[in-house]
């Protein structure tokens, strides 16, 4: 089974403020421990080695090629 | 006898007074755990050996101490199996802490109809003591102290080996040299190889500390513990009332410093402390600081010169898998190198040692090496989610199941060696081609007894499954014992449901509990297939002597 990158949220914007809201008062390492935790709890959920790795390798990809002003906190 | 002071005398052999260089069938370098059982092996099945220590001593300190399951029945085979366990102290239970709190816990043994339990804690001297006692039972093996290799060159005839010793310098020819010299082997730099891998950086303080404790016979992992804040523990049992305690020091730790008493004596005070057992009197009796790594030799076979244990490869301890993955090293080679010299087989059976075991140590070294990132995390990312990991456990079962403190050793199943027969017949459960075959409770010859226990040294054996004299059984037994003519001794077991059932040319054992039959996916008439080192090699369903046949060849990497 392939990762889907098709919309296939129940209600996207409803889950977009309500991952930034599960960080409110968090310190910037409460912020990454829940990520990080976000992640592994999300993993098991999914379950499926493929669906995983297809995964990370989008996850990684984008990293790499991102330009730099958009990977670090640094705005104007 | 203190295995721990024991001095083994040096004693001049004739060889070393021969005009011309004595020659021998198997010279094995390094009389440890894992070049003792191979020359035991080989003496069992009738192959003079001639085995080479350069010191005249066992084993300073502990260091191996945790002996799995499949180890002890290779023991069981060679004799000294009964003594180890009776000594060791068994387990099968870890335990995983974080901080004070207990977050995971792990039975090794689930199914108790075993004979042996999934690991013994016992001193690595213990281990090598009753091996060489046993070793010197055994008239075919020369066993000779204060013998140091320091040259090794082969040629088409065989391999020379120039030998330092007390009285001078020597030479032996072998037709086989087995290095069994350990992580720092010498026959393995004389001739220019090297084992390549990760070092990790870390380091651990390993204690023997002697004291009257009340702490179960577990493994207790610690993770961040009050008595030893930000770093790793461990705790195990070991006899003689002595407890074996690793304390993780991180890389920047001087290992020199560290192994001074005074600075250990604070840190098992501590231990202590925060346990029932605060005030316990204790002596510390060996200590030392490690560095570990992962690491193998990229071919275990150079021509005649083989390697087994440390020195064709090196795992972190977390998991148990160095003596473990050694001795079933030398339980792999064993049976081949015999095969070869009795003229069974030829050369492409040896040369399918190196491929089995090297396949075996890549499966440790990847487990290793996971249990050590996850003990020691390198990069920032990576302790965050390790942290993670071991936070989400207290509450969530799935991340106990990440939580990594050591896959503790089991036995490799040979996927994909050329001496398995595939499955053609559809099979349920492990007992697939390559896997070490699983004991069983047993009745045989009207006493209780185990399955392992009733396959004959070092042979291959089949395993025919019955029904009340089915005409399947019986002639399962004639198409065996067919194929394996003037190719190999063959034993053949009958398991059966009771008594009644005898077939002539097989040995009847009773599947009281049905155990093997459910372990092995027995049905009437089918015929499991087990290598000398008691790995399957092929099952069928209704096999004809053609098939066995086959098989059999396979096994023994014949065209």
């Known amino acids: 089974m392939p990762l889907i990158t098709t919309p296939h949220f129940d209600a996207a914007d409803a889950f977009y403020e309500a991952l930034i809201d599960a960080h409110r008062e968090l310190s910037s390492a409460q912020s990454h421990e829940l990520n990080a935790k976000l992640v592994l709890l999300l993993a098991n959920h999914v379950g499926d080695r493929g669906v995983l790795d297809e995964a990370l390798a989008a996850a990684r990809d984008s990293v790499l090629r991102a330009p730099p002003t958009l990977s670090t906190g640094n705005r104007r | 006898m203190d295995y721990q002071k024991v001095v083994f005398p040096y004693r001049r052999a004739p060889d070393q007074g021969a005009r011309t260089p004595a020659r021998h069938p ?7 755990p894992v070049g003792l059982a191979l020359a035991i092996d080989l003496a069992q099945q009738r192959v003079p050996v001639v085995l080479l220590d350069n010191d005249d001593r066992l084993s300073t300190g502990s260091r191996a101490i945790c002996f799995a399951k499949r180890t002890l029945e290779i023991f069981d085979r060679l004799g000294v199996g009964a003594g180890l366990v009776d000594k060791g102290v068994s387990w099968n239970t870890g335990r995983v802490f974080l901080r004070d709190q207990p977050i995971y816990s792990f039975n090794l043994q689930p199914e108790t109809t075993h004979e042996r339990p999934a690991f013994i804690n016992i001193q690595q001297y213990y281990v090598e003591g009753y091996l060489v006692e046993r070793a010197q039972e055994l008239p075919l093996i020369d066993l ?25 310098d020597y ?22 190889q090297e084992a390549k891998g990760r070092t990790f950086r870390d380091r651990f303080l390993i204690a023997d500390v002697k004291m009257a404790a009340d702490f ?16 790793s523990a461990l705790l195990h049992k070991q006899p003689d009332d002595v407890w074996r305690i690793d304390f993780q020091l991180g890389w920047d730790a001087d290992p020199e410093a560290e ?3 005074e600075r250990i004596l604070p840190r098992v005070r501590a231990l202590l402390a925060h346990s029932a057992m605060k ?39 977390f998991g148990a898998r160095g003596a473990n993955s050694g001795v079933q090293d030398a339980e792999n080679l064993a049976w ?17 040692y190196g491929p089995e075991r090297e396949a075996a140590a890549d499966e440790n070294i990847g487990h290793s090496t996971r249990a050590t990132d996850f003990i020691t995390p390198k990069s920032e990312v990576s302790r965050l989610f390790r942290d993670a990991t071991l936070q989400l456990a207290r509450d969530h079962a799935f991340a106990r199941a990440l939580v990594n403190s050591g896959r503790l050793s089991t036995p490799a199943t040979l996927h994909g060696s050329p001496l398995n027969t595939p499955d053609r017949d559809e099979f349920e459960g492990s007992m697939m081609p390559g896997a070490p075959a699983s004991d069983a409770p047993v009745r045989v010859d009207g006493r209780d007894g185990w399955l392992l226990r009733c396959l004959g040294t070092s042979r291959f054996a089949a395993l025919v499954f019955d029904d009340a004299g089915s005409p399947a059984a019986g002639r399962a037994v004639r198409a065996l014992h067919q194929a394996a003519d003037e190719l190999a001794p063959l034993d053949v077991l009958l398991v059966a449901a009771d008594a009644r059932s005898r077939v002539e040319g097989a040995r009847t054992v009773i599947d009281a509990a049905g155990l093997v039959t459910r372990r092995y996916d027995g049905r009437p008439g089918t015929v499991v297939l087990l290598r000398p080192d008691q790995h399957v090699c092929a099952r069928w369903r209704a096999p004809d002597a053609a098939a066995l046949r086959q098989a059999l060849r396979r096994a023994l990497a014949l065209p």
């Not at chain 2, 198997?26 to 440890?32: F, I, L």
């Not at chain 2, 030479?171 to 220019?192: F, Q, Y």
Request: charged share 20%; hydrophobic share 45%.
């Open chain 2, 216 to 231: 179960p016979a577990e493994r207790w992992f610690w993770f961040d513990p009050p008595f030893h804040p930000g770093y």
């Open chain 2, 279 to 317: 005030d316990a009197p204790f002596e510390l009796e060996w200590a030392s600081v490690y560095t570990f790594s992962c690491e193998r030799m990229a071919s275990f076979r150079h021509g005649r010169v083989v390697f087994a244990g440390d020195a064709a490869h090196r795992v972190s301890p």
């Open chain 2, 26 to 32: 198997v010279v094995v370098v390094g009389a440890g």
């Open chain 2, 336 to 352: 081949k190198l015999a095969a070869v010299l009795q003229g069974r087989a030829g050369d492409a059976l040896l040369a399918s």
């Open chain 2, 171 to 192: 030479a032996l020819r072998a037709d086989h040299l087995v290095a069994c010299d350990g992580a720092r082997s010498s026959v393995r730099s004389l001739i220019g």
């Open chain 2, 259 to 261: 192994k001074q008493p």
């Open chain 2, 144 to 168: 000779r102290w204060k013998n140091a290799v320091t040259a090794v060159a082969q040629d088409d005839n065989g391999v020379q080996v120039t030998v330092q010793t007390p009285d001078g």
